[in-house]
């Protein structure tokens, strides 16, 4: 990979460098790209995608009632929406989930949106679209992705907020994270707790005490083994349970205002509490993962939906490379039908990427735009881009037992676009799809550009 990079970027200068030179000499236009007939059973694939698809307006804010009819019949009786977001870095899939989102809410009782964030950090954006408590943008800067601070995602925060100012509590939509790699920032929130409020006694036992999550993260990731993991998570399961009652009886002493100051405090206590029973259990991660979307629908109560935004294929049905399985894999065991998924995919257009690594040290390159190849025959997005609509989505759940069905069945290739991207190498960052079996459906937009 790293040889191919390097190739890839001399052959990148060389072609810029040959241009500059042209100066203002007149080239011919490149010729146009050449379309390779499809087979019989693509193209029934075709004609079956054309008469199925749901056109799906990205740039509308609002779901027209066709749209949150056929989305919420997809959702079902569904309590967790997974979406996975193949291809990472496009202005247009966070405008995407937004809408399907306002959709759902409004229709189907979805109350969250949850993304593959860290869950702590991640509640901070959860009370400013909840109280307009919180500065969005340092929100989203502290959960330490180029994916989440970018004015695409800031709009779809915004957008919550000002859905929440408009709906009472039972139908408020929350935002919140599914991963935790550190409960540093829960741990900071409830220490910060005054002492006007908590008393002194109380304050005095969190600072001794409270810090052991933070030891026994540090243990569980060393070299000291599951005898000595178990001993500290042992011991701070019984620091982080007292935490909670003692956080439980404070609020029911104080007035409804301080009651109110000391709620979110709770809910990262909560949290905490979470993830120290989580690390006892020695879970592999795709179950911690998935035991953490369960909390949070959870969290929700039992009739709330909630719609949780993969990276890659995080929320798909599968195992990549037979060995590293899925969230998505745990959830379809959990829920059974009432877990549904979405992929999502493209036709052309440009991403926010790292065209490659270089250097001795194999440091990334910088972040930039990069102009993705077209899909070649035989890929799930050749078909597809096909079709005569911009921006649609599609369930297919039930398949035709025909040639089409067999063909969108699968399995064929489709992108899979991360942090990374490498044009020479285009079918490395291909991987092999099929539905219903790992997705209930698939969102599709023809053409995207890079986050602003």
Not at 156 to 175: C, E, M, P, Y
Request: charged residues 20%; contains cysteine; proline residues 7%.
């Amino acid at each position: 990979m790293r040889t191919t990079a390097r190739f890839a970027s001399f052959a990148l200068l060389t072609v810029v460098a040959v241009a500059v030179a042209a100066g203002c000499h007149s080239a011919p236009p490149p010729p146009p790209p050449v379309i390779v007939p499809l087979t019989d059973s693509a193209s029934a694939a075709l004609a079956w995608v054309q008469s199925h698809a749901a056109p799906l307006a990205v740039g509308d804010s609002i779901p027209n009632a066709a749209e949150r009819s056929q989305l919420t019949s997809f959702a079902g009786d569904a309590r967790v929406i997974g979406i996975s977001e193949l291809t990472e870095g496009t202005h247009e899939f966070p405008a995407a989930v937004g809408r399907i989102l306002f959709a759902l809410a409004d229709s189907a009782n979805v109350r969250a949106l949850a993304i593959q964030a860290p869950m702590a950090e991640t509640m901070e954006v959860d009370r400013y679209v909840r109280t307009g408590v919180g500065d969005p943008r340092r929100s989203l800067r502290t959960l330490a992705s180029w994916r989440w601070e970018t004015p695409e995602m800031l709009a779809l925060v915004n957008a919550i907020r000002a859905w929440n100012r408009t709906h009472d509590a039972t139908k408020q939509i929350g935002f919140y994270g599914f991963e935790i790699p550190t409960a540093t920032h829960a741990v900071d929130v409830v220490n910060a707790l005054p002492d006007s409020i908590a008393g002194t006694p109380l304050k005095s036992w969190f600072r001794r005490e409270y810090p052991c999550v933070l030891r026994d993260e540090a243990a569980r990731f060393g070299n000291g083994g599951r005898a000595s993991d178990s001993t500290f998570w042992r011991a701070c399961g019984t620091v982080a349970n007292a935490a909670v009652d003692s956080i439980v009886a404070l609020r029911a002493r104080l007035s409804p205002a301080r009651s109110a100051q000391v709620a979110f405090v709770e809910q990262m206590a909560r949290l905490v509490q979470h993830h120290v029973t989580t690390g006892l259990r020695y879970l592999p991660r795709q179950e911690v993962v998935a035991d953490h979307v369960m909390y949070l629908a959870d969290m929700l109560g039992p009739n709330a939906k909630l719609f949780a935004w993969g990276g890659d294929v995080e929320m798909g049905r599968l195992t990549l490379d037979k060995t590293t399985v899925q969230t998505g894999q745990v959830l379809g065991q959990r829920l059974g039908s009432r877990f549904r998924t979405l992929a999502f995919l493209f036709g052309d257009g440009a991403v926010r990427a790292r065209m490659g690594t270089f250097g001795r040290n194999g440091e990334p390159s910088d972040l930039t735009t990069v102009t993705v190849l077209p899909p070649t025959a035989g890929m799930y997005e050749d078909v597809l881009s096909r079709a005569p609509i911009a921006a649609y989505w599609l369930d297919m759940r039930a398949l035709p037992n025909d040639i089409a069905g067999a063909w969108l069945r699968g399995p064929h290739p489709a992108r899979l676009i991360t942090e990374l991207y490498v044009p020479a190498s285009a079918q490395l960052f291909e991987t092999p799809l099929e539905f219903p079996k790992f997705f209930d459906g698939a969102i599709f937009i023809k053409h995207v550009t890079a986050p602003r």
